[in-house]
Each structure stands twice: as structure tokens, then as C-alpha cells.
Antibody, heavy 116, light 107 residues
Framework: EVQLVESGGGLVQPGSSLKLSCVASGFTFTNYHMHWIRQAPKKGLEWIGM????????YYTDSVKGRFTISRDNSKNILYLEMNSLRSDDTAMYYC?????????WGQGTSVTVSS | DIVMTQSPTSMSISVGDRVTMNCKASQNVGSNVDWYQQKTGQSPKLLIYKASNRFTGVPDRFTGSRSGTDFTFTITNMQAEDLAGYYCMQSNSYPFTFGSGTKLEIK
């Protein structure tokens, strides 16, 4: 079964760091670019960024540039989102998604709450 | 960045209704617009890709179309299980951007 499973979310204080993981299974991970998307409580979807299949290129939305880093370990089939200098407006459900010219597979999400 | 202006924000509908929602791109995105459905407590699911193509297994009551920078998503014969939020997204250029969403509610 093709599956993406996120983990690593939790409650953190403003200014702190957190690293999310997305474990892929059921498909050849190295063939696909991957995306991170988030959704603040009762809000819409926001694209965060993406990474090429080989990790060679990354793109980010402006609000996270310089604070968030997307990486991947193709030997372990894991996608990462490292988040630094977290702010209250980073509070959201974070999803990873596979890119096959569309986001055709999504994970169930992991929740991040930034609060003192 | 490309802005996807989605309307309406919400709709009160009845089972059997025809539902139409729109996204307007702030600049040319070609046909690189997809539509996603998100039910409460679930992750989004792809319904329509490249403006007008139904994804695998999506019922034919869901359709999409494009006219220039205007994109329309339609549900004909609305079913109870279609109650959800719907989002357009442009994938023509980075950063990808979503519309603000349309929430369907029962009248």
C-alpha cells in the first residue's frame, strides 16, 4: 500500500526548533519529488515547500524561507522538515505529499502547536 | 507570487443540487490547476488535475474547466458524502499557491 506517515509534531515554545519526519512506503521514494503543506486551525491549505527526487533542489514559500529546511534521506525513504525560530503563526497541521505532477498521495498529518 | 482567488467562501446546499465554485489566477498558469477535497478531520484528496481531468476513481459528477485564468469546479447531483472543503491549487510556478477554499454545508 502506498503510504506516507508524518511524525514529530508537538507543543513547543516560540523561538524553538522542531524536526518533522514523513516516512514513505509502498512506492519507489527516489522517483518522486515531495512537498510539505500545512493548515492552521480552521484555516486553508498553505504550501510550504518542496524537494526534488534527488534532494538537488528545494523551493519554499516566503514565510518560511531561512527558518525551515526540507531534506530527505533516500536510503531510509524519509522526508524531513526542520523548523527553526518557530512562531505562533506556525501552529498548524503539517502534511507531506507525493508529487507525480499532482499531489496524489498525502499523509495523515502531524500537529504542531507553538505556544508559551 | 500567484494569487488564486477562490469563491465563494462557503455554500449552503441540498443533496441533489448542482454546485459551482471558481478560482481566478492572478496571472497565466496555463492549465496547471488542481482541485482537492478535504473532509473534516482528514487530509486532502486530489479530485481534478490539470484543470479538467478527473483523478483515478473520482466519480463523474465532479468536473473542472478552464477559461483563460478562470477555473471552475462543479459537482452535479451533490451527494451527502461530498460535504467538505474544496481547494484549488496552481502548480505552474513556485511557490505553489492554494485558493482560500470553499466550504460546503447542508442547507
Amino acid at each position: 500500500e502506498v503510504q506516507l506517515v508524518e511524525s514529530g509534531g508537538g507543543l513547543v515554545q516560540p523561538g524553538s526548533s522542531l524536526k518533522l519526519s514523513c516516512v514513505a512506503s509502498g512506492f519507489t521514494f527516489t522517483n518522486y519529488h515531495m512537498h510539505w503543506i500545512r493548515q492552521a486551525p480552521k484555516k486553508g491549505l498553505e504550501w510550504i515547500g518542496m524537494i526534488y527526487y534527488d534532494g538537488g533542489h528545494t523551493y519554499y514559500t516566503d514565510s518560511v524561507k531561512g527558518r525551515f529546511t526540507i531534506s530527505r534521506d533516500n536510503s531510509k525513504n524519509i522526508l524531513y522538515l526542520e523548523m527553526n525560530s518557530l512562531r505562533s503563526d506556525d501552529t498548524a497541521m503539517y502534511y507531506c505529499a507525493r508529487w507525480a505532477s499532482v499531489m496524489d498521495v498525502w499523509g495523515q498529518g502531524t500537529s504542531v502547536t507553538v505556544s508559551s | 507570487d500567484i494569487v488564486m482567488t477562490q469563491s465563494p467562501t462557503s455554500m449552503s446546499i441540498s443533496v441533489g443540487d448542482r454546485v459551482t465554485m471558481n478560482c481566478k489566477a492572478s496571472q497565466n498558469v496555463g492549465s496547471n490547476v488542481d482541485w482537492y477535497q478535504q473532509k473534516t478531520g482528514q487530509s486532502p484528496k486530489l479530485l481534478i488535475y490539470k484543470a479538467s481531468n478527473r483523478f483515478t476513481g473520482v466519480p463523474d459528477r465532479f468536473t473542472g474547466s478552464r477559461s483563460g485564468t478562470d477555473f471552475t469546479f462543479t459537482i452535479t447531483n451533490m451527494q451527502a458524502e461530498d460535504l467538505a472543503g474544496y481547494y484549488c491549487m496552481q502548480s505552474n510556478s513556485y511557490p505553489f499557491t492554494f485558493g482560500s477554499g470553499t466550504k460546503l454545508e447542508i442547507k
